[in-house]
């Protein structure tokens, strides 16, 4: 059995990440797989939406000084030629005196530069011509829109980095795009190691357990942008653990995760292996619960985690050190910031904690102000997060927190 010399500050690990990460490569998209995916580069308009003056409401397309003095009792009478209708614009020119029944979003005739309301008309026909009756007038340029009054040519629409949204991407479409630059999911790979674990979906044997962390850590990975691959399985051992991690070497994965083999017991071995297929550059986090978390590269630079097996310590590891940097190489808008919608709650109960080390405190809620421990702490017992609403992290320079006090609390559901 090993002990671990020393244990890396959670900032320092997070440091040592932001300093490498990048955004990856852009790859094009079409729109109808944009959503959630994130911008590559600006968006510049192409052409004016709308490309033509036209219509703001139903009524009727004429000269506003024709309307000038109409009234309900006074009305005025103007000549219709025609209709304009969406897609099929009337294709004459109006001259004083006439009119043409417009609907809503239908190309404005030329000649017309109004539109009255069909509330204050009344159309009727009189020696066998359609005539309409103005109940009102209408100044010039009322009830229009201009050439590219939702978006213009030259205009920066949407900038790079943005998060695309459903309506972001109906307005990609607007502008006659039938792709967009996007940058590159990130691809998580995983090595589940153990003797004693089992696939999803199997009962186990005596003295065995379901692997539930690759399930865990692809839901999270999903949320961060990221595509996670097929998890690689190995049993324990120093040359089992070597053909593992050597076949997740040989993967696509832009991001790299062994679960399990991490910690100071005799069968431990992936630090040292991982230092044999790249470099080791941190074993040890002062982190509870996550402290056997390792942080390396492969020989071509490709990030390698080494996560605890543990269900809690491995969902810990991943907030608080694989996440950012996952959401950084997606491009995702701020990632080193926790993902989770945050509010401010009263303590209950205290939550204890040691200067020098970062605690991810499981809490639930009592109510809609306040939030206690969840009793169940064990690094094993993944009833503990589904207990749990969400967490509170203890910095490492705070001794907890004492019953009455206002912690920030990161909620695990989705915002």
Known sequence: MRGFQARADLAE???????????LPAEPLPLAGAFARVLARDVVAPIDVPGFVRAAVDGYALRGEDTFGAAVDAPLVLHVRGDSLPGRPYPAPLGPGEAVRIATGSPLPEGADAVLQAELAREVVRGGRRMVELLGSVPPLRHIG??????????CVLAAGRRLRPQDVGALASLGLASVDV?????????????????????PGPHQIVDSNSLVLAGLAARDGAEFLAPLRARDGAEALRAGLDALLAGPGDVLLVTGATSVGPEDLMPQVLRERGTLELHGLAVRPASPTGIGRAHDGRPVFLVPGNPVSCLCAYELVVGPLVRALAGLPDPWAFPHRSVELVLARKIASKVGRTDFVRVRRLGPDQVEPVATSGASNL???????????VDADSEGAAPGERVRVHLFDPP
């Open 383 to 393: 009833s503990s997060a589904v207990l749990a609403d969400g967490f509170v992290l």
């Open 146 to 155: 201009q050439v590219g009054e939702d978006m213009s040519r030259g205009q």
């Open 183 to 203: 940058v590159r999911r990130p691809r998580v790979g995983l090595l589940v190691t153990g003797d004693e674990l089992v696939a999803p979906g199997t009962t």
């Open 13 to 23: 690990a997070l440091a040592l990440l932001r300093a490498r990460a990048r955004p």
